[in-house]
């Protein structure tokens, strides 16, 4: 699966650069739209809660949906020490968002980082949610590049990366626009959505994002995944990968090994879809939502 190491690359890439916001939230950033089932929807990196948008309408009256868009992305403010563990830290937000609001049972619907964090509470707190989504999401991205990692292996490369992504701070702002916009044609195959991609991203924190990608990278929860008592839907992406020599069947088996721990998994690979699926591939995406909600 190196082929894959190619669009890992520029996600990387994407979010080199971003800006330093300031100020620390207390609680996390929640649209709240409409009354029914509760459905937390969390974005991926950089991203603000507005990429459920169209999902959302899609859906419909069905659900109360609980918008998030997490400290440090998209021009929220950052945490106050990031480096302390962003993601033990953002999960005690959304534990506390939960308890807060009384919600009771909720789906949670993670994308990328945001489907990561799902799975993370799916382990933590089995009881909590009544089912988990999970789009475009590994329990360990290390071992696509390197079959063999382990989490303490990983830390030098994941360090370096850290270290480059901080470093290119120094680009101008229109330099950094430039190149994401570069970058987000391998991780959005509907160009419409693009320009919004790129403002999201250079409004974030760039040590947010150096720091969060630094622990998905060293992060390995696929042995936990066992502990996932609730129903989970998975939906990978491929398209990007075919013209570097992978095939929906090469990135299925990839998904089957991350996740064959997991006891009670949908999984499924949009045809078309880059890594923005709902974006990109809606028809599939909304299809296996329906179905499985």
Known sequence: M????????????FVVGLQVQASTPSKLNARVIGEGQPMIMIPGLTCDGAVW???IEALGD?????????????????LADVEAGFFSQIKSLVYQYIEDNK????????????GFLALQIGIEKPELAEKLVVVDALPFMTA?????????SAKPFAQNM?????????????????????QLQSLIRNKKYIETATNWGVSSDMNTVAQAMYEMYTTDIRADLAK???PTLVLGAWAAYESYGSTKESVMNMYKAQYAKHPNLKLDI?????????????????NWLNKFL
């Open 53 to 55: 948008d169209s999902t």
């Open 270 to 286: 949009s045809e078309g879809g880059y890594h923005f699926i709902m974006w990109d591939d809606p028809e599939f995406f909304l």
């Open 144 to 152: 696509i590049q390197m079959p063999t990692a382990t989490e303490e």
């Open 62 to 78: 069905k659900y109360q949906y609980h918008v998030l868009t997490l400290p440090g992305f998209a021009g929220q403010a950052p």
């Open 228 to 230: 996932i008592k609730v």
């Open 103 to 114: 919600i009771e049972k909720p789906i949670i619907v993670g994308h990328s980082l945001g």
């Open 2 to 13: 190196k082929k894959v190491v190619v669009r890992l690359i520029a996600i990387i890439a």
């Open 162 to 182: 850290k270290t480059q992504m901080k470093a290119a701070a120094s680009q101008t702002d229109e330099q950094k626009r430039t190149f994401q916009q570069m």
